[in-house]
């Protein structure tokens, strides 16, 4: 999609919005409360409402937290849902129920996924700097999301509104580790628009020794200005630098030392992402509203090979995107959203001249009805056609597909307090890029969408500051692909002649999980807790692996935790504590019997109004790995030493930090 496409769109939306005396323009989806999802449905709703369960994650935890990037955020609040490939900056991904690719990620809409790599998004390339608000969704979320979004998706929102004048935060930080942090977002404010920035760096050693820290900076840049009376343009741009030691190139198993050549001290990636977006939404009527979104997400990295620290694999993805949507509200108790999803996503990858492509285009229809006796009707339907085009011998090689799905749900305010729901719908996912190039060029078959069912029912219940609530969920995943390592084409090797491997379709899977959360909640104090019994079985496989192979492992059986505050006069003290139990890795017969635990500790006391003092302490449970330990096994099974065998977790820390307001 060239730039002319984008004004085009952009002033045919601008042609959409017809004024109208006495009705106000959306607001920013950044502002709205903290009892109010606006991702979960086409239009914001009290989260109390919603069949859709969905965490709110607002700008306080945000801070609070005082994580840089989307992987160290997540890694502390969903625990046992997101996983490390070693320390710091390294690869993070969530699996919010199914695999990780099984999730999508959006910025204001726009999605970010990697269109050159196994689809999964990596966290740890996502700053957190211009984000104000997250929200984190579980199920199928296809007719809103399209491809991917089978177990879910998490949601990041930009800044809005500024107060009049001159505003913002100042924050730095020091700590173990060689940790170097700093913040700086100032925003600027009129009668009808704003101007914002943010800007954040950090440098922090690995989890094991290497020439290079991990390094990451941050830029963000936010408009929004209210034209008349009824319409709100906003314009962003996101830009994120990483570079990330990796000193391990490969970990195996064995019970002899490791080959000191799989621990290369200047090795490390590198990797960019830039997220650009303009947005109208308008009020055209009382009763009417549009909202219209075009951007573009362009990401690169430099991965190392495994002999040296060379970057020499290139990748390069970009996705050009647009979605629109116009709500009815005809009565109070009714509204029906029709809108349309476009993008086309680009894969430069490592080896191939051409790119590959693909083009998505969707329109999707919901609509939320309240029938009465606090009961909620919410039903969505997608309808969207794929097509991939890909470099597979002397010319280009392209699919395509249709694709229909559906969703719906009842919400049921039972009394004071008590809520329950239930949902079901089903969910796709396209073949990647990656995967489609890979058969084309050893001769493997045309790839057919995964598909999936989920069913889902959940009780809430709160009381003044008492609050439990339990969800259940079960999906079962259809024609995945899978990799077959003795498919493709046959390799002569003076060492032993070798099939390069495929993909398939195929593979079946089943995934099911109950929690239980709930505490206690007020201003003085809190202690709130959960516990998560979950099981991801492959249903096509041989019993004995059927939870040890393929898409199924990493995935802990148990997973509980606890965390809490306290105030002590003006000092806020907080603790948090998880435990992740036994889980399959790749390559084990059996399940691991180490746990992994993670604490952490902050406290946080204002000197002045504008002027607050923090202290943190992060992974106080996990033991610190050196080169020769590494080297001779010594951390291998070990509790809480790795999340991802062979990869050490990042050691304790200590962070001091300032935070200053104006």
Known sequence: MGNHRTFYLLALGATLQATSPGTEPPPPKAEAAATVTVTAEGTPVEILKTPNPVIVIDKATIEAQGSENLADLLQALLPGQVFTTGGVGTSSNVALGGRAQDTVVTLDGLRLSDATGFGA????????????????????????????????????????????????????????????????????GWGTGWVRAALNAQQEDGATPADKPYRTAGTYLGLGQQLGRDTLVTVSYLNTFNGVPLPISYADYGTTPRWAGNYIPFRQDFSRTEVMDASLRSAILSTLTGELTVGQVLQTRL????????PTEHYTSRRNQANGALTWRPFAVTSLQAGFDAYEETAWIAGNLDPAKGRHLA???????????????????????????????????????????????????????????????????????????????????????????????????????????????????????????????????????????????????????????????????SLMGFYRNQEFRNETGPESERFSKGAVVRRPFQSLGLNGHRMAGKVRLEARWSWIGSRYDYGLPSAFKQHFNDLGVAASMPLSRDLTLAVRGEHLMQPRTSREQWLSRERDFQNDASQVFGYPAQPPTGTLEVRYRF
């Open 363 to 525: 329109v999707f229809l919901e609509n939320q009805t309240e029938v009465g006796g606090g009961v909620r009707l919410v039903a969505s339907v997608r309808k969207g056609k794929d097509r991939l085009s890909f470099p597979g011998g002397p010319a280009l090689q392209e699919t395509s597909a249709n694709r229909t799905t559906w969703k719906a749900g009842v919400n049921w305010l039972a009394a004071e307090g008590l809520r329950f729901y239930v949902s079901a719908g089903n969910a796709f996912a396209n073949p990647l890029l990656f995967q489609a190039i890979y058969n084309a060029q050893y001769q493997g078959q045309t790839l057919e969408n995964e598909r999936s069912f989920t069913r889902q029912a959940g009780a809430t219940y709160e009381h003044g500051p008492w609050r439990v609530g339990v969800d259940l969920v079960r999906t079962r995943y259809g024609n995945l692909v899978y990799y077959d390592p003795n498919g493709g084409v046959l390799v002569p090797s003076p060492y032993g002649d070798y099939y390069t491997g495929i993909y398939r379709n195929g593979t079946d899977l089943r995934f099911q999980s109950a929690q239980v959360n709930g505490g206690y909640r007020t201003e003085a104090w």
């Open 121 to 188: 998004v990596n966290l740890s390339w996502i700053s957190l700097a211009g984000i104000d608000r997250i929200e984190v969704q579980q199920g199928p979320c296809s007719t809103r999301f399209g491809s991917d979004a089978q177990a879910g998706v998490i949601a990041l929102y930009s800044a809005g509104h500024a107060a009049e004048g001159l505003t913002g935060q100042v924050r730095a930080g020091v700590g173990t580790q060689a940790i170097r942090q700093a913040t700086f977002a100032p925003a600027y």
């Open 303 to 310: 991965e190392p090979n495994y002999v040296d620290s060379t």
